[in-house]
């Protein structure tokens, strides 16, 4: 985490794991039993299949998607951003 958080100022986002794995991301759903093994998750609500881990991963995504900025840090409507400086090209004469 430090490591990101060094490579990218104020642009990670914590997300709490708790019962990530065990919300289905199709209904959201909170259920234990849903997770029928360590690599099946198995919604009782709804019956929405996935690989556990990746619907973990989805919930995480989910929970930090309302947290997103561009890329480079600049601001979604054009303002400044950081960059790398760029080598002067030659120009064409």
């Given amino acids: 985490m430090q490591r990101l958080e060094h490579k990218a100022p104020g642009r990670v986002q914590k997300i709490n794991p708790r019962h990530?794995?065990?919300t289905c991301n199709a209904c959201k759903h909170v259920a234990g039993k849903s997770r029928e093994s360590?690599?099946?998750?198995?919604?009782?609500?709804?019956?929405?299949?996935?690989?556990?881990?990746?619907?973990?991963?989805?919930?995480?995504?989910?929970?930090?998607?309302?947290?997103?900025?561009?890329a480079r840090g600049g601001l979604p409507s054009g303002g400044p951003v950081n960059r790398e400086p760029q080598p002067d090209l030659p120009s064409a004469a």
């Avoid at 998750?41 to 947290?67: E, I, Q």
């Fill in 20 to 22: 990530t794995s065990q």
């Fill in 38 to 70: 360590q690599a099946l998750f198995l919604c009782v609500a709804c019956g929405h299949r996935d690989n556990a881990d990746v619907n973990a991963a989805k919930n995480m995504r989910d929970t930090a998607a309302g947290h997103a900025v561009t």
